[in-house]
């Protein structure tokens, strides 16, 4: 896994499909075996994208595939999220040990 600062060459096409999404304002995007960002990390932040690469195998080919369902289908798209979520919280469940800042993360989390 690797990450880089600077927005993906397919970025025109999620934008033409997301037009909500916005780089400069700090969306991520996980494909192949890349996390590309604009700003640093938080780790709980790698956690959410790890989980996508792992949902496409770490694979360019495969990620095309996933990226393609991933704009097309609603449905694949929440549970991915939804798993990409879990274990975002998880984690931070497991590392922060601090009730407000899980419910403070619950908070922002229902409001996207």
Known sequence: ????????????????????INFEKGTKIAFGNTIYAKNRLTSNEVMHE???????????????????????????????????YRNQYQFIKNTWNDSEMEIAFLVKLSKE
Do not use: V
């Open 1 to 20: 896994m690797k990450i880089q600062y600077k927005k993906p060459w397919f970025y025109f096409i999620l934008k033409r499909f997301f037009p909500i």
């Open 50 to 84: 790890k989980t996508h690469l792992n949902q496409q195998h770490h694979l360019a080919l495969f990620g095309i595939y996933y990226l393609l369902r991933y704009i097309t289908d609603k449905k694949f798209r929440y549970e991915k999220e939804l798993e990409a």
